[in-house]
C-alpha cells in the first residue's frame, strides 16, 4: 500500500507566497511520474505542474513563472513553490503519484487527500 501525504496549505494574502509538500510511503520501488492538481469548486481537477523522474517538468498556463515543482527522490517527496498568489489560486490542491509497486513492478497511481490553499485580496 502506497500513502501520499501532503502538507504546507493555508491561508495567505494575495502576493504572498507558500510552499506545499508531498511524501509517498509504502512499499515503493520507484516513482515516474509526480504532479500537483487542483479542484475548484464545482469543477473537475486540473494539472498544476509536474515532473517526470528525469527532472522534466510542465506546468499549467496559469502556474508558469509563479510556480515551481520540484522533487527529491531520496526521501520520495514531491514540492511545489507557489510565489505571487492570487485569490484565484484558491482551491484544493492534491498530489498525485504513478508508482511502481510489487513483485511485479506494476505501476499503480496514488492521490493525496488534498491540502486547502485560500489567498485572500
Known amino acids: 500500500q502506497v500513502q501520499l501525504v501532503e502538507s504546507g496549505g493555508g491561508l495567505v494574502q494575495a502576493g504572498e507566497s507558500l510552499r506545499l509538500s508531498c511524501a509517498a510511503s509504502?512499499?515503493?520501488?520507484?516513482?515516474?511520474?509526480m504532479g500537483w492538481y487542483r479542484q475548484f469548486p464545482g469543477k473537475q481537477r486540473e494539472l498544476v505542474a509536474s515532473?517526470?523522474?528525469?527532472?522534466?517538468?510542465n506546468y499549467a498556463d496559469s502556474a508558469k513563472g509563479r510556480f515551481t515543482i520540484s522533487r527529491y527522490n531520496a526521501k520520495n517527496t514531491v514540492y511545489l513553490q507557489m510565489d505571487s498568489l492570487k485569490p484565484e489560486d484558491t482551491a484544493v490542491y492534491y498530489c498525485?503519484?504513478?508508482?511502481?509497486?510489487?513483485?511485479?513492478?506494476?505501476?499503480?497511481?496514488?492521490w493525496g487527500q488534498g491540502t486547502q490553499v485560500t489567498v485572500s485580496s
Open positions: 515532473i517526470s523522474s528525469d527532472e522534466s517538468t
Open positions: 498525485y503519484a504513478v508508482v511502481r509497486i510489487g513483485i511485479m513492478s506494476v505501476f499503480r497511481d496514488y
Open positions: 509504502g512499499s515503493i520501488l520507484s516513482i515516474n511520474f
